[in-house]
Nanobody, 124 residues
Framework: QVQLVESGGGLVQAGGSLRLSCAASGRTFSSYAVGWFRQAPGKEREFVAAVTWSGGKTSYTDSVKGRFTISRDNAKNTVYLQMNSLKPEDTAVYYC?????????????????WGQGTQVTVSS
């Protein structure tokens, strides 16, 4: 079992920065890839970024490339999402999730564990 708790959300002006954290419990956390997802009001949840279990591979949705950086510290059981140059369209509830790849790709097709989410609001 892996339990995930997000933190670091808040209200920021456009152009500002936030760093989200995803703290995990469970001794096997370092075996899991971790993804960040977001859901804006009235919209479906969408993928934002992911990092492999080792931190060696990352993936981003096109709209955040060059602005967001995902990283992890397995010694601290924590994954981070550094968000710079924030835009109003980044406003959403951000969730982290953990899963294990089946080997067919670097990242899992299904994420098994999810956090409760943290609100990010970017004002214009």
């Amino acid at each position: 079992q892996v339990q995930l708790v997000e933190s670091g959300g808040g209200l920021v002006q456009a152009g500002g920065s936030l760093r989200l954290s995803c703290a995990a419990s469970g001794r096997t956390f370092s075996s899991y890839a971790v993804g960040w997802f977001r859901q804006a009001p009235g919209k479906e949840r969408e993928f934002v970024a992911a990092v492999t279990w080792s931190g060696g591979k990352t993936s981003y949705t096109d709209s955040v490339k060059g602005r967001f950086t995902i990283s992890r510290d397995n010694a601290k059981n924590t994954v981070y999402l550094q968000m710079n140059s924030l835009k109003p369209e980044d406003t959403a509830v951000y969730y982290c999730a953990a899963g294990i790849s089946d080997g067919s790709s670097w990242f899992p097709l299904v994420y098994d564990y999810w956090g409760q989410g943290t609100q990010v609001t970017v004002s214009s």
